[in-house]
């Protein structure tokens, strides 16, 4: 194994009681011959007496990490690939680096509670994962537990904190956040047993060598202190508010994926750049070539500006189609409908405007007109799951219209407190319909919502996520697709560089 493969880890973390661990390992052992190899599997649930699962155990190749109790009689020839966590916490490290910190609280841990935060403070420095468990007996952590895990995130910041959920059949998956001071995101997740909920495992890709991509997305960090986090209520009185807004907003903008101070941006995917928006192409495109149509199509508008949505509270506007951001967007998407046009295809914009959200940009997708009278029945579909199935997803709720002069409309996009979901279909014959909907930025949205309901729409099921394999490119072919879309928006383009 070269040194650069090494670092690149698969590492999967499930939820098994000793009733379940042994499906579990056969489960995982066939997903490994399929979707791995994982370079370890860890069981977040505590397994107290591992004498029923030895067989099962030395049978397989795949490394488990287990959460158990000191053996009396550890046996012999216990397989190399099983790795047992018996200290009630404690900080487990690969030889690739990849650093696991856990707590246990059960019964051992209870007499040793008060040596925790003093280990992780003399510790000293971050962890990948975090990994909280607790008895099967209680539901959930204790206040002192709670405690202590809180202030355990707080000195490890870890990439990822696991929790097995032992009451309910919820996968549970919290919106990240970012510790601003070092630029780390951190994400959180509570995992239902097997044969409990519908997802029991979480696995994921991890580069040891590179930094962790800052999600688009991101909630306030739930461990700073409330006055930190709290923004200014609507009223915004002059340039002091203003300019504290804008910093407690700001995701530094060198590491923003839109912003040109960033230096990592991905120029060579830019198509086109106007005054106050730019189009550039989107990374592991949704979308095939088509219809003639030589590259994926698939682009996306962005503000130059760094701003969460069209209108926000730093940049208020009471009459939003009459800023030059709004009418520039409009340009772009009108001529990337005449462009499309061509190959007998429309365009579907989505867009989210959410006070959350870390540099405001809209997804512009090709769709052929043949598939277009499929939106209905996509939007209707997903609305469903969304809101029935992922009962903790933010409820969406889509109105139609055909004119930006609806009143309601017109209401919403003028408040710029106002958090909404949209998706505006340009048919090439001129027509516009939009449908949007409102949604509650205290809970969860499902920011692959537009993406999932085009997906069906394009019969393209396997290119949901896009960083997953089949959506990858490489430097050479963006820059390639870039260059070819270029070309033909070239007729299109109304910017000063056309
Ligand atoms: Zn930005």
């Known amino acids: 194994m070269t040194e650069q493969s090494s670092s690149l880890l698969k590492v999967l973390f499930f939820n098994a009681t000793i009733d379940s661990i042994k499906d579990a390992i056969n489960k995982i052992n066939q997903l490994n011959s399929k979707a791995g190899p ?37 046996g012999k020839n216990r397989s190399a690939s099983l790795i047992q966590l018996t200290n009630p916490y404690g900080i487990y490290e690969l030889e690739s680096g990849f650093r696991i910190a856990y707590i246990k609280f059960d019964n051992d841990c209870n007499k040793v509670m008060k040596n925790i935060i003093p280990f992780f403070t003399k510790f000293g420095e971050f962890v990948d994962v975090l990994v909280t468990s607790y008895n099967q007996i209680e539901t959930n952590f204790n206040k002192e ?13 870890p990439f990822y904190h696991f929790t097995p959920n032992n009451e309910t059949s919820d996968f549970v998956e919290e919106m990240p956040f970012l510790w601003d001071s070092v630029q780390r995101p951190a994400r959180s997740l509570k995992i239902p047993q097997l044969h409990m909920g519908k997802k029991w495992a979480y696995a994921f890709n991890f580069d040891i060598l590179k930094s962790l991509e800052v999600p688009t997305t991101l909630r306030s960090n739930p461990y700073l202190p409330k006055d930190n986090r709290k923004r200014k209520p609507l009223c915004i009185d002059g340039e002091k508010n203003l300019e504290k807004i804008k910093k407690l907003k700001t995701v530094q903008p060198t590491n923003c994926h ?14 086109s750049i106007g005054n106050n928006a730019y189009l550039t192409i989107a990374k592991g495109p949704l979308t095939v070539p088509q219809q003639g149509l030589p590259f994926p199509g698939h682009c996306i508008i962005t503000s130059i500006e760094h701003i969460p949505k069209l209108n926000c509270r730093i940049k208020p506007s009471s009459h939003v189609f009459e800023t030059s951001l709004y009418k520039e967007i409009i340009q772009f998407e009108q001529a990337l409908c005449k462009m499309f046009a061509k190959f007998d295809m429309s365009i579907i914009v989505s867009e989210i ?31 469903h799951s969304n809101n029935e199935k992922y009962t903790s ?25 106002s958090n909404y979901f949209q998706f505006k279909v340009h048919k090439s014959d001129g027509e516009v319909e939009i449908f949007y909907s409102i949604f509650d930025p205290q809970h ?31 430097k050479e072919k963006e820059t390639k697709n870039a260059q070819q879309f270029q070309e033909l928006f070239r007729e299109f383009d109304f910017t000063d560089a056309s």
């Open 145 to 157: 537990q709670q405690y202590i895990i809180d202030s355990v995130i707080k000195l490890v910041k």
């Open 393 to 417: 997803n933010a409820k969406l709720n889509f109105k139609k219209i055909h004119s930006v002069d609806d009143e309601d409309y017109k209401k919403l996009i003028n408040n710029p407190s």
């Open 38 to 74: 994982f370079t370890f599997a860890f069981n977040i649930n505590l397994i107290d007496n591992l004498s029923s699962i030895k067989e099962t155990l030395d049978s397989t190749s795949v490394r488990y990490i287990l959460l158990s109790k000191k053996e009396k009689n550890p």
């Open 258 to 271: 839109f912003c040109f101070t960033n230096d990592n941006i991905e120029d060579h995917m830019i198509v």
């Open 353 to 383: 405007n959410f006070e959350n959200a870390v540099h405001y940009h809209l997804q512009v997708y090709p769709v052929p007109n043949k598939y277009l009278d499929k939106f209905n029945i996509s939007l209707e579909k997903h609305i």
């Open 444 to 474: 969860r949205l499902d920011l692959q919502f537009g993406r999932r309901v085009l997906a069906y729409i394009l019969n393209q099921p396997k290119r949901i996520k896009w960083d997953s394999k089949i959506c990858f490119e490489s």
